[in-house]
Structures are given as C-alpha cells and as structure tokens.
C-alpha cells in the first residue's frame, strides 16, 4: 500500500464518472474536460477518467484527484479496465492521480497478476490503485496484493455475478464491515438518494456516471418510455 492517509489521496464524498460512448459526439477530449470541471465546480471531490486523451484534457481544467483508467479490449482477455502495464504507465504519465484497474479472478495480458500490476503501479508509477470488484472474494485478495481503495465497479458485469444487478449494496456493507481499506460504490446509482443510501452504509464515497453525464443514454431512456423506440 501506499501508507499514505487515504483523505490526502481522495477526500470523501462524490465523485462523478466523466465518460461517453465512443460514437458520441460528447466522445471529445474538451467535451469530457467540461463535463469534469463543471462536475468539480458543484463540489465533486474527484471525476473518473477513461483514455490518456480525456485525462491529459481533463488535467488541464482541474487540481482535483483523477481517477484514471483505460478501457481496452484485448483478444483473448475478459478483463478490460487497464489490463496491462503499459495502459497504467500511459494513464499515469498523462495527469492521473490514482489507477484503476480490473481486479477479478480472470486471467490477464503480458503474464500479468493482480500483485505484479499493483506492484507496477506503486512501485513504478509512484500512484495509489483503485480495485474494480465483482465479489468479497476478489475484495480480499485486492487487499491481500495491496489495493488503496475497493470499489464495487465490477458488480453484475462478470460471469460470477451476472445474475445481479449494479448497484451492490449487499456488496458494499461486506466491504465496510470487513476490508481495512476504503470501500467505494460505484455503478447503477441513479438518483441523490441511492447515493446517500451508499453513503449511509457506510462507503467513502460513491461514483456517479451516466445518470449525472450520460446523455446518450438518458436521452435513448426517455424516448423508450414515452413510445418512440
């Protein structure tokens, strides 16, 4: 771990997710910039960056801490939130201040494991990580290799879980009851009061994406329920 106070890494409170689909015309990295300081601005503490293009932009608008991802599919691997080295070194280099990575079970690029890639991180790259799970099994061993902060990002997208869906709050109350590092709760919180029900159970802080910046989905969401689809 990084023995630093988790406060001096990311305060507590609400971070927003800054991202778009890839065929969105919001898909731009001065797009995504004003999305993340305008969510800094109505008191965010952090936003959540996916591509070294959408960092390096976003870094250039705000002080706040970053957490910074790249999404990458890759032939033969499930797991896709900054699966090798190198994404985490060109995520690092670009402005981030924390790493998030996939920290499942499932096998990994360039003979990677969860330790060696938390190691890299730390060692090499000098920044904290930020464990995506899917279970309280894969929870533990994150913390086992030395993960800064556990989040429920994973929860209802992986084989394990698919029968559930996000947010995981039963997820979440295990992480707080029996992890000694932070829990933060990320995915299908769609409104204030989910988000307070996160915070309630006790998580850090809690990420929001597409109800506060997904537009195209929200948009698409209407438009089916009104009976235009």
């Not at 030395?146 to 029968?163: M, P, S």
């Not at 933060?184 to 929001?208: N, Q, R």
Request: aromatic share 6%; with cysteine.
């Amino acid at each position: 771990m990084t023995n630093k106070d988790p406060n001096l890494l990311l305060p507590k409170g609400l971070i927003v997710s800054c991202q778009a689909p890839t065929d969105s015309p919001l898909y731009h990295p001065e797009v995504i910039a004003a999305m993340a300081q305008a969510s800094i601005l109505q008191g965010a503490v952090g936003v959540r960056i996916n591509t070294p293009s959408h960092i390096l932009a976003v870094r250039q608008r705000i002080t706040q801490p970053i957490i910074g991802l790249w999404k990458q599919q890759i032939p033969g691997f499930e797991v896709y939130i900054t699966p090798r080295f190198s994404d985490a070194k060109a995520i690092a280099e670009v402005g981030a201040d924390i790493i998030a990575i996939d920290a499942t079970l499932r096998k990994r690029p360039e003979g990677a494991t969860l330790a060696t890639l938390i190691n890299f991180i730390h060692n090499e790259l000098g920044k904290p990580v930020m464990a995506d799970v899917d279970t309280m099994e894969v929870a533990k061993v994150a913390v086992a290799a030395g993960a800064d902060f556990i989040a429920t990002t994973l929860y209802g997208y992986t084989q394990e879980t698919k029968t559930e869906s996000p947010p995981g709050f039963e997820l979440l109350k295990q992480m707080v009851d029996n992890l000694t590092v932070p829990a933060i709760c990320e995915g299908g919180i769609v409104s204030p009061a989910m988000a307070k029900k996160a915070i309630d159970l006790g998580a850090y802080a809690v990420v929001v994406g597409t109800d506060i910046t997904g537009i195209d989905s929200k948009v698409k969401a209407y438009r089916t329920h009104l009976g235009y689809e």
